[in-house]
């Protein structure tokens, strides 16, 4: 079989939605239809916007008391970074054993009193929430449950990001609903803290604008990953992007294990970080409501990809993480993994097939020398890759992917590139 050479992600926002967005999107009522919307999703009537997901979470730590904050040691190391920001003292845990969250049972011994419990949905797949939620209730702890990856993901028919005392969705470009940058804030228990102290507590000043470069930036990258223009053009250019940076003057940023561990000498925000200085924007909540209108829609195309990856992949050595209860409509990624494998090796391989598999964090986020007590998290670093999931994916193209992953796992020959064929049809029927 041939492989399916296929974008690792294309936006939710298309060309015309992107340009169709400008007509509505400068009128400042779509902040309140967006914070409306939001209500009426979650069932909590206290809203705030941010303007991206990581200052969502430095702003709720400014508001709380707690010098300390416990979170997984495998995740986003900008989430770390909003930690430092807040000057909050982190306490790692270990992830659960072949898993990518971690869980009550890895919280339960660093659930002291006086805590924050950082709680992540990792690549949506949720974690045991409530257990997490009820070991806070009983430690007297304060829970932020980061929904970021898990937008529109549920446990047991609630809403991911509803269990917490604070709940913190994003509109990442490369989150399910892309509006460039930004996030909301629900607080779902007032009484540790209202929506007046939250909006109160800023990083740094911040302003609303146009985001004009995203706009740009979005429009490209609908371009790059029509699928011939990807299959020619993009993909052979993959390789190129970490030399772009050095060439245009620019530095990459830094690797988690160069930032500060402590909240001494923590990080400070530059004027020119978007991250924290650009509130949301009335045509980025056009966007998000566009989106909302047809989430149902696109969540039932993430659950048709889910289900058919983990069909594939079951009976075969290649390792997969969801849960028996996970909802498959909530997922960002589908993580696998190779046990035995060295994962460089296998990216490799597939490179020669055109495959392009994703690996985001290479290492967990506490210092080297403190590697010893998070096993897991240094286990899933080393081993995990990542699987598209989007909507204009198509199921038969995830199939034809997933069948492309298990000839890598088990060492196929490489085909002719002239007898691949790159089938991503658009979103399917």
């Keep these: 079989m041939s492989a399916a050479v296929v974008p690792f992600n294309r936006l939710e926002t298309g060309i015309g939605e992107l340009l169709a967005s400008l007509v509505g999107g400068r009128r400042d009522d779509r902040l309140h239809a967006l914070r409306m919307a939001f209500e009426r999703l979650t069932g909590c009537d206290q809203v705030l916007f941010a303007p991206s997901g990581q200052c969502a979470i430095a702003r709720i ?17 900008q989430v770390k970074r909003a930690v ?7 306490i790692y845990v270990d992830l659960a054993k072949h898993g990518v969250n971690a869980t009550s049972a890895e919280y339960d011994s660093a659930a002291k009193p006086g805590r924050i419990l ?14 997490i939620c009820e070991l806070a209730k009983r430690r007297g702890c304060v829970v932020i449950e980061d929904a970021v990856p898990a937008f529109g993901g549920r446990r047991n028919g609630r809403l991911l990001g509803t269990f917490g005392d604070f709940g913190v969705f994003s509109f990442q470009q ?40 995203e706009l740009l930036m979005a429009l490209a990258h609908n371009v790059a990953t029509i699928p011939w223009i990807y299959r020619n ?52 909540a056009e966007l998000v409501l566009r989106l909302l209108g047809r989430f149902e829609r696109i969540q039932a195309q993430i ?42 090796a296998v990216v490799a391989a597939a490179r020669q097939r055109g495959v392009y598999l994703k690996v985001m964090w290479n ?44 000839e890598i796992e088990r060492g196929v020959p490489l085909k002719s590139r002239a007898a691949e064929t790159c089938l991503d049809s658009g979103r399917a029927a």
């Design 61 to 77: 730590l400014l508001a709380l008391p707690q010098p300390e904050v416990v979170m997984p040691a495998f995740m986003c190391f």
């Design 84 to 90: 430092e920001i807040a000057r909050k003292r982190i």
């Design 118 to 131: 950082l709680v992540p949905h990792v690549f949506g797949i949720p974690t045991d929430i409530e257990r």
């Design 174 to 213: 490369s989150k399910r609903l892309p509006a460039f940058r930004g996030a909301a804030i629900i607080v779902n228990n007032p009484g540790v803290t209202d929506i007046a102290t939250l909006d109160a507590s800023r990083v740094v000043p911040s302003h609303r604008a146009l985001p004009l470069r």
């Design 233 to 284: 053009l993009t993909l052979p250019l993959l390789p190129l992007r970490e030399l772009l940076p050095k060439l245009s003057g620019r530095r990459l940023p830094p690797r988690p294990d160069s930032r500060p561990a402590t909240s001494e000498d923590a990080p400070q925000v530059r004027a020119s970080n978007r991250e924290y200085t650009r509130e949301i924007h009335p045509y980025q």
């Design 303 to 344: 659950a048709c990809l889910t289900t058919a990856y983990a069909t594939a992949f079951r009976d075969t050595p290649i390792a997969t993480f969801l849960p028996a209860d996970c909802d498959p409509g909530g997922l960002m990624r589908f993580p696998i993994a190779f046990r035995g494998k060295d994962r460089a």
């Design 363 to 406: 290492r967990p986020l506490p210092d080297a020398v403190d590697l010893s007590r998070v096993p897991n998290a240094v286990q899933a670093a080393q081993d995990l890759v990542l699987l598209p999931l989007y909507s204009r994916l198509s199921v038969q193209t995830a199939e034809r992917l997933a069948q492309s992953v298990i």
